[in-house]
């Protein structure tokens, strides 16, 4: 956080520099079964985030020393690739993507029926290609329609914001420069059916009554981000069915002998 | 790679496809997939382009800073090209360190760039001796489905002919397009048996056992070559690879402008 309130980032009738209302989520567009070779996957965009996810698994877990005899592990590995951001990141991990991978997969672990895949690892891959703020949201947004996607059992999926706070007002869905020179940032994940929260962090400075402002525009925006996710399963499948259809039309392939 | 098995039925439906002078996709000798290019696609990168050639999907970025000249090349600019096969590409690449095989697509593209003189290395000169820009070419590929070299090649040329020099934001004058003075393409081929197969698909690259890149200019003139993979090349077999590469790198010139 620059905590730098003398930037002003919302105009007295309350519209953010991308002319966006404080309570408004930047565009997003989901399409799952993006990739050819992961078993599940999906390509997030949310305002300017250009977000891959793909999941490989439930596959043999390596090293064998993590294999949980019990159930399966969600092993998640969130990257930014070199020229996602303006000065170049130097490609692998660090100490900030080892930290985000962890909660991904943390949050994820808890959405997937781990006890059916005894031993094994699903791993999950994001990418994100170009980043304006949000990113691990929108890979965790994506994480988990590439999960259903690969046809993995799970409770739901997992629909994320932030929320963070700009010139003193509580606002959604942060983008670069009010997160930059914002006072706060927060981002949630949740299981939108029951409500649970799956991810929560915080910095900056908050008051009890903004971080409750907070929470409700981050649920409010969950939700809508979650009819964006099923929409996006709904037509990968209504695909999947018409691509079958026309291939039960076509003659049949002429037999290599 | 690890775990680049495939199965027996597999390799003999194209052994005997071949035999009768086909392919499993159908396609000619000399034939690429269907390829498609988008310039542009990341915001936050000099230059960018997303190339798919079939199911092989490669983002290329270009990143600038300014830095010091090498002493022996004191008045032009610096040139590095990094190559990342990221898990989520395929079950058989790993996170880690560049292995063996990013490095080889690395060195090979940045062959190709550079010994073709497609950039005016001197263009890139901001101060002799003192100050040049630093060029960042940084590939990833995103699906793995075999012909690596050519989709992270015209990725590679694609995002160049887009990249623009971020000179006012680094303090040096008005911003200005890449100085470009060639337009190299590379095509590569395998063998298999006693047949060249121009794109090879991952199925035909697992059953091949020599590979052929061959880089020519706007001229037909040869750039850049790289052979790979344990098999032998008969001369007669080069002939025809370089013949094809200068005849296809025509067409494929003209996808790029």
């Known amino acids: 956080m620059g905590g730098n309130s003398n930037v002003k980032l919302i105009s007295d009738d309350g519209i953010r520099v991308d002319g966006r209302r404080v309570d408004e989520l930047r565009p997003l567009r989901i399409e799952a079964g993006v990739l050819k070779r992961a078993d599940g996957s999906a390509y997030v965009e949310f305002g300017k985030n250009k977000v891959l996810a793909a ?117 959604l869905d942060l983008q670069k420069e009010e997160d930059n020179f914002g006072q706060a940032d927060l981002p949630i994940a949740m299981i939108p059916r029951t409500g649970e929260i799956l991810l929560l962090q915080m910095d900056g400075h908050m008051t009890r009554a903004e971080f409750d402002r907070a929470i409700e525009l981050g649920v409010g925006a969950c939700k809508r981000i979650y009819e964006v996710q099923k929409d996006a399963l709904a037509r990968r499948y209504s695909m999947e069915k018409s691509a079958e259809d026309a291939a039960e039309d076509a003659p049949a392939e002429p037999q290599e002998g | 790679m690890a775990r680049a098995v495939m199965s027996e039925i597999k390799k003999d ?85 560049p292995d063996e095989n990013s490095i080889e697509l690395a060195r090979v593209v940045d062959r190709g760039i550079r010994e073709s003189q497609m950039i005016d290395l001197e263009g890139l000169c901001i101060e002799p001796k003192k100050e040049v820009w630093i060029l960042f070419t940084d590939i990833y590929v995103l699906d793995y489905d075999g012909n690596l070299f050519d989709a992270a090649f015209l990725g590679a040329i694609a995002a160049l002919k887009n990249t623009i020099v971020p000179a006012k934001a680094n303090d040096k004058g008005d911003d200005f397009a890449l100085p470009l003075q060639h337009l190299p393409i590379s095509v590569t081929a395998v063998q298999i048996e006693n047949s060249i197969l121009v794109d090879p698909t991952l199925d035909e690259e697992k059953v091949a056992a020599a590979r052929l890149t061959v880089t020519t200019d706007e001229n037909g003139d040869l750039r850049a070559m790289q052979k790979g993979m344990a098999g032998a090349l008969t001369l007669d077999q080069i002939y025809k690879m370089i013949e094809t590469s200068q005849r296809l790198g025509n067409d494929l010139r003209k996808l790029i402008g």
């Open chain 1, 55 to 171: 999941v490989y698994g439930p596959r043999e877990c390596h090293p064998r020393h993590m294999q949980n005899p019990a159930k399966a592990i969600v092993q998640c590995k969130y990257n930014m690739i070199a020229f996602s951001v303006s000065d170049r990141k130097r490609p692998g991990p660090d100490r900030r993507s080892v930290e985000i991978s962890k909660i991904i997969s943390e949050a994820l672990d808890y959405v997937v029926f781990t006890e059916n895949f005894p031993r094994t690892s699903i791993d999950v891959y994001i990418e994100v290609l170009q980043a304006n703020a949000g990113t691990r949201c929108a890979g965790l947004t994506a994480a988990s329609v590439a999960l259903a996607d690969a046809g993995i059992p799970m409770k739901d999926l997992v629909p994320s914001v932030a929320v963070g706070k700009v010139n003193d007002q509580v606002v």
């Open chain 2, 13 to 97: 439906h194209i052994h005997k496809l071949l035999a009768k002078g086909r392919r499993v996709d159908n396609r000619a000798w000399d034939e690429f997939r269907p390829i498609s290019i988008q310039p542009g696609f990341s915001e936050t990168a000099e230059g960018s382009a997303r190339v798919r050639i079939g199911n092989t999907d490669v983002l290329v970025g270009v990143k600038m800073g300014v830095g010091a000249p090498f002493n022996d090349t004191p008045n032009k600019g610096v040139l590095t090209t990094n190559a990342e096969l990221i898990p989520l590409a395929s079950p058989t690449f790993e996170s880690g360190p």
